[in-house]
């Protein structure tokens, strides 16, 4: 009985041809896409067939580097965004973490709760406040005043995974450590970091990731044309913002803005895939 | 403490907790009680100052005729009347019911067969889960603009690779027609978002006891009538959750919208979060513009709690 379930060899290798078709399929757009950006500027407006260039170049790179401030501008403004966003949304959660794991105080379940109920409120409905609050305290069109936002939103999640690993750790270790004569900030620093650096880990790709591709709040807080992160800088150029529409630069564009996303998943799978699922098991 | 004659220890009402909570009870040494407070403040400040206030804001913008320059005017509820006959934000409500809806079953579709292929173990199993779960990654913004080029009439991929496939004659302009257009957007999402529900679908399928699996086959229980009665009730809770994550990121779908189509052929592609955007940063009735954004807030705090209703029925299976 058991045999006549096993799905026999010509079935399985069909299916697992078909499975290569459709990782293809999954895939072909983004190595499209780099392939194509590696084209001579010429060949960027012609049918993309072969996918290869004919011959290596960075012209598309170079055309893009034409537009607005220049690529390092733009580059260094999305990375400043999203790296501020991580170190910023990385320190708050893993304090709030720990505050919440470890210690007592009034109201503490009510304001976890509340902090954790924000991840319903979708933000594009409060980006028209978001603005009026910016421009009042100054930070409207400015990075900065970006990071502040991003970070808050990152935040319900962030905590949530910090606070779950900080549960994680066992609490005789730090009553061992209590024992020892150590204080609560002396803990966290000394005895707590290296042992949650896997949430931090998992929190930081979220954060970077949300960030450095976030459309929306950009195109709407940062109207300097200078401050533009990658993707309003490449919206801006296939939109002909600029003038003409490069579709060469657009390609390099995109590649520039995935290529740091594939690599990271890549690198810490893992990470990603432990905050992915943590809302499914929990 | 607790003496034998002593009554059995009775079960925590909320009200308890709730009492000891305020009173914070229970904590680690005395003096370090404060300590706690400081360690959340840092993301209470930030929590209040660019969620909290905001929100607030927004209810309270919403009851005002507030122009970008120039001082906001009290009017009531009258944002809200002209809501209720404002045919253009009716449609573009409309138009994100519809998008959802065929989105989410479309994404269904390709994730639940790709969820059951990747769950059984097979030769390049790891590398088949990566390749559906890669284009997650990249930003919506990437992934529009990836795909203006490849609908491209010119020099774009789709209609040479369609035409050597034989599927159709001649280059199509994709984004050119209402329908084509939507049918595009619609195969970008599938194709970038499905990871996620193939994700958590996966994880669900791999928290199944296998005894379960065997003792139903043995029982007689085929194809259907096993996914029916055995796995369906089983990964019903992570299925609720990759659909509440999957209506939730369609209800407030812009970016491919204004990417890709600018608001589409017509105007047949103005998203509920678009019209907001429009009305906000275009026109610049920010009063009105708040009054649409608490329509649409209202509406995904229903949606939740009737999907969150959803999860709470999960439980006890």
């Known amino acids: 009985m058991a045999a006549s379930r096993r799905s026999p060899f010509a079935l399985d290798f069909a299916q697992q041809c078909l499975g290569f078709v459709i990782a293809a399929l999954f895939l072909a757009p983004l190595a499209w896409t780099a392939l194509s950006s590696l084209k001579p500027a010429a060949e960027a407006a012609l049918p993309p067939l072969p996918p290869w260039p004919s011959r290596i170049t960075y012209e598309t790179y170079q055309s893009l580097d034409g537009f607005g401030s220049g690529l390092v501008t733009h580059t260094a403004n999305s990375l400043f965004v999203a790296l501020g966003t991580v170190g910023l949304s990385g320190i708050v959660s893993l304090l709030a973490g720990y505050g919440f794991s470890r210690f007592h105080f009034p109201l503490k379940n009510v304001i976890f709760v509340l902090i954790i109920s924000t991840m319903m409120i979708p933000y594009q409905s409060l980006l028209t406040p978001l603005f009026l609050i910016l421009s009042w305290i100054g930070l409207s069109n400015s990075l900065v005043g970006l990071v502040l936002v991003y970070a808050t939103l990152q935040l319900p999640f962030s905590v949530f995974m910090m606070r779950n690993a900080f549960e994680a750790v066992p609490r005789e270790i730090d009553e061992a450590a209590r024992i020892d004569g150590c204080g609560g900030v002396r803990i966290l620093t000394r005895i707590m970091l290296p042992l949650v650096a896997p949430g931090i880990i998992t929190v930081s790709i979220f954060a970077f990731l949300a960030s450095w591709n976030e459309f929306l709040a950009a195109l709407i807080l940062l109207t300097d044309n200078k401050l533009f992160t990658l993707p309003i800088l490449v919206t801006a150029v296939r939109s002909g913002q600029f003038g003409t529409v490069d579709w060469g630069a657009v390609q390099a564009g995109v590649t520039l803005m995935m290529m740091p996303c594939l690599l990271l998943f890549l690198l810490l799978q893992r990470y990603y895939m432990r905050g992915l699922t943590a809302g499914a098991v929990k | ?317």
């Open chain 2, 1 to 317: 403490m607790a003496s034998p004659a002593a009554p059995a220890t009775r079960k925590d009402t909320w009200k308890d907790k709730l009492r000891r909570s305020l009173r914070g009870e229970g904590g680690v040494v005395g003096q370090e009680r404060w300590l706690g407070v400081l360690l959340i403040l840092p993301a209470l400040i930030l929590l209040t100052a660019f969620f909290l206030v905001p929100l607030v804001m927004v209810g309270w913008m919403s009851l005002h005729n507030w122009p970008l320059l120039g001082r906001p005017r009290f009017i009531g509820l009258r944002n809200y009347a002209t809501m209720l006959t404002d045919t253009s934000f009716w449609h573009a409500l409309w138009f994100s019911a519809k998008y959802t809806i065929v989105v989410t079953i479309a994404i269904f579709a390709v994730a639940f067969p790709l969820a059951f292929f990747v769950e059984r173990p097979r030769p390049f199993v790891g590398f088949f889960r990566t390749a559906f779960f890669l284009p997650v990654v990249l930003g919506l913004g990437s992934a529009s603009l990836l795909w203006v080029w490849l609908s491209n009439v010119d020099f774009g991929l789709f209609s040479p690779a369609l035409m050597k496939l034989g599927l159709i004659d001649r280059p199509v302009s994709w984004l050119m027609q209402p329908t084509s257009a939507f049918i595009s957007i619609i195969v970008m999402v599938v194709w970038k978002a499905s990871g996620t529900s193939i994700v958590l679908l996966l994880t669900g399928l791999q928290a199944i006891p296998p005894e379960l699996k065997e003792a139903a086959s043995i029982d007689g229980a085929r194809g259907w009538q096993r996914f029916r009665y055995i796995t369906f009730p089983l990964i019903r809770r992570t299925f609720a959750l990759a659909l509440i994550l999957s209506v939730t990121h369609s209800v407030l779908a812009f970016d491919q919208f204004y990417i890709i189509t600018a608001g589409g052929p017509d105007n047949s592609m103005l998203s509920a979060v678009y019209w907001i955007m429009n009305t906000s940063f275009v026109s610049f009735k920010l009063g009105y513009g708040a009054a649409l954004s608490i329509a649409l807030l209202a509406i995904l705090v229903v949606l939740s709690i009737v999907q969150l209703y959803l999860l709470r029925t999960k439980e006890g299976q």
